[in-house]
């Protein structure tokens, strides 16, 4: 069985950091790209990031470039976002996703990002 | 960036067909994949380019795409599928993953 299991979300400051993480199960995991998307509270799904199968291909949302990065350890089926020079904008639900081919076909529960003083 | 345009809200009555829209420039040369999210939950993939349905999606889910507007049908719709409904396509000049703003799917 297919399984995405985010964590590391929290309470964090504005211009603090967070490292979330990604850990999948029942599947090959270097075999696929993985996103990560977000949705602040009571708004819709924001694309974040795209890391591909080997890690030598990151994307991301013009909202995040430069503060966020992702990173993958295919030893561990885990994937990870870093977060810096957070904001009050960015307080949302994180979801990570599997990538078939350009559709995400497996999603996790998601990890609350909560930025605030 | 490449837009999405979705109507915020559809209602339906049961029984009936939904029909939600995505709107974008020449959208029918992509490949448009669409999600149902319950209140609560993850969101789920239903149809995936344009059309075709991941094991488990019940047939009364279909999608067509062509010109400047995608669609998702809900035929015989049910209670069950009230919850909010996206369309993502993939910006091959940006390697972006794009969503629509999400159309909020009330059953009457």
């Known amino acids: 069985e297919v399984q995405l299991l985010e964590s590391g979300g929290g309470l964090v400051q504005p211009g603090g950091s967070l490292r979330l993480s990604c850990a999948a199960s029942g599947f090959i995991f270097s075999d696929y790209n993985i996103n990560w998307v977000r949705q602040a509270p009571g708004k819709g799904l924001e694309w974040v990031s795209s890391?591909?199968?080997?890690?030598?291909?990151?994307y991301y949302a013009d909202s995040v470039k430069g503060r966020f990065t992702v990173s993958r350890d295919n030893s561990k089926n885990t994937v990870y976002l870093h977060l810096n020079s957070l904001r009050r904008e960015d307080t949302a639900l994180y979801f990570c996703a599997r990538e078939r081919t350009t559709e995400m076909d497996y999603w996790g529960q998601g990890t609350l990002v909560t930025v605030s003083s | 960036s490449y837009v999405l345009t979705q109507p915020p809200s559809v209602s339906v009555a049961p029984g009936k067909t939904a029909t939600i829209t995505c709107g974008g420039n020449?959208?029918?040369?992509?490949?448009v994949h669409w999600y149902q999210q319950r209140p609560g939950q993850a969101p789920v993939l239903v149809i995936y380019?344009?059309?075709d349905r991941p094991s488990g999606i019940p047939e009364r889910f279909s999608g067509a795409n062509s010109g400047d507007t995608a669609t998702l049908n809900i035929s015989r719709v049910e209670v069950e599928d009230e919850a909010d409904y996206y369309c993502q396509v993939w910006d091959k000049t940006t390697d972006h993953r794009e969503f629509g703003g999400g159309t909020k799917l009330t059953v009457l």
């Open positions: 380019y344009d059309r």
């Open positions: 020449n959208i029918g040369s992509k490949g």
């Open positions: 890391i591909s199968n080997s890690g030598g291909a990151k």
